[in-house]
């Protein structure tokens, strides 16, 4: 009996060492974004970065901070109840000790608005909005006459720099952080008819200077810029259509922004091949779900089957996959753990049907 036993682990080993180049396929960037928790869900979500996101070996967390912090640089901008720097510091901690590479995300020029409600900096600065002369709408719906479906700040106002970049800064300090993600996604107002510095400019020219223009002010602290990626994509061409691409004449800026901008190319009804359009400009890239779990299952077969097919030129530009979450994350945590749940396509059963291909892959 004990002769077979050692057979068997024998066999196990040899099995481990010579099995066909498994782990040489595990996808290089495996990430999970979403809100970063507020106060009172803080130890919850540092439980599960330890008991779910580093045992399926997530190594990249981007927290969409915005306002949710209590920064020093320009306290008239925080939320009301906000992270503090200890509270940042227990998710650097935890982030570190499990090998994640933590992103803060501040929303840049796009989504300074969400549905009825006013943003921060637009509340604080109203001076900043591209289009003063569209109102709030008291009862938000969409869509509505003035297209609003977030405000965006103007990104030729001679003073939203200074701001803006001072919580960059300061963000990617506390978090310790080496990459920020702006955002800049769904981006539809963008040199507006009526801004007395946009009119009449190219708005793939706008939206590339201001990619460019944050690239430049992260490189001075060797940081590299994240963004969305549906910006750059011609929605009308591709029948990709106004929300994971560009309707208002944006994409043409994908041959004008720096190629060292990471993009995170979203797609939640198909799994639109849009990575090799990025790889072949010359981008990295990663492919991001959110809760059709089909739809996470073939992307992440499609990035392997990129990488295995793809030229050495373009090979690791084929990141990996980022899991995105777009409710809080007290909801998300809730929902992650009702196994009573019926409804399929979660974000949750998202990301645990992508992670578990990847790790099967
Ligand atoms: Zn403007």
Redesign the pocket.
């Known amino acids: 009996m004990r002769h077979l036993k050692e057979k068997l682990i024998l066999f196990l080993v040899f099995a481990a060492i010579f099995s066909p180049a498994r782990s040489g396929e595990l996808l290089s960037l495996r990430g999970f974004c979403i809100s970063a928790p507020k106060p009172a869900e803080l130890d919850a979500f540092i439980r599960f970065i330890d008991q779910e996101l580093a045992p399926r070996k997530v190594n990249t967390l981007i927290l969409r901070v915005d306002y949710n912090y209590e920064y020093e640089s320009h306290p008239e901008l925080r939320d009301e109840k906000a992270l503090t720097k200890t509270d940042v510091k227990k998710l650097v901690a935890a982030c570190r000790k499990d090998s994640i590479r933590l992103i803060p995300q501040i929303n840049l020029l796009g989504h300074q608005s969400w549905a009825g409600s006013i943003g921060n900096l637009l509340k604080v600065y109203p001076q900043f909005d ?1 289009t003063p002369h569209v109102k709030m709408l008291e009862k938000y719906e969409w869509p509505n006459a003035d297209g609003l479906y977030c405000k965006s700040y ?4 001679p003073e939203v720099h200074k701001v803006v970049f001072e919580l960059v800064d300061e963000i990617c300090d506390v978090f310790e952080a080496d990459a920020f993600h702006a955002g800049m996604d769904e981006v539809f107002y963008i040199g ?1 008819d009526k ?1 007395p ?2 009119k009449g400019s190219d708005k793939a020219d706008l939206f590339a200077a201001e990619v460019n223009r944050i690239r430049n002010h992260l490189e001075l602290e060797n940081r590299r810029l994240w963004i969305w990626g549906d910006r750059l994509i011609d929605g009308k061409t591709t029948g990709i259509g106004m929300w994971e691409a560009s309707m208002n004449n944006t994409h043409r800026a994908i041959d004008r922004i720096a190629k060292d901008v990471m993009i995170c190319d979203w797609h939640y009804e198909r799994p639109d091949q849009t990575a090799v359009y990025f790889a072949m400009k010359g981008f990295q890239v990663v492919t991001c779900p959110w809760r059709d779990p089909e739809v996470a299952v073939g992307q992440v077969d499609d990035m392997l089957r990129f990488r295995r097919a793809a030229t050495p030129e373009m090979k690791d530009r084929f990141r990996g996959i980022v899991q995105t979450v777009w409710t809080g994350v007290d909801d998300f945590l809730k929902e992650f753990y009702n196994k009573e749940s019926s409804d399929k396509n979660t974000s949750s059963n998202c990301f645990r049907a992508a992670f578990a291909k990847i790790a099967n892959d």
């Open positions: 591209e103007c990104p030729l106002h507006d801004c510095r946009c």
